[in-house]
């Protein structure tokens, strides 16, 4: 089973889809690390995970791109 060439607009959404992958990782083991550490700015984790969450819905927008439209 072959499957089909992407187009452009396609390989620009998941290389988009991959780098808010890896940055929403890396923010995970940044708030990991910071709160290890004691005392910790809990302001700047609040923001961290903020923007955690907000790479997520990007993603999940993304994601929702990529998905072909299925008619039941």
């Known amino acids: 089973m072959a499957v089909p060439p992407m187009d452009e607009a396609t390989q620009v959404l998941q290389e988009r889809l991959e780098g808010l992958r890896v940055e929403h990782r890396d923010l995970d083991e940044v708030i990991s ?7 910790y700015d809990l302001l700047q984790i609040q923001r961290l995970k903020k923007r955690k969450l907000m790479l997520k819905d990007q ?3 993304i994601e929702s791109q990529l998905l072909p439209d299925i008619i039941a």
């Open 33 to 39: 690390r910071l709160m290890e550490a004691s005392p």
């Open 59 to 61: 993603m999940n927008r």
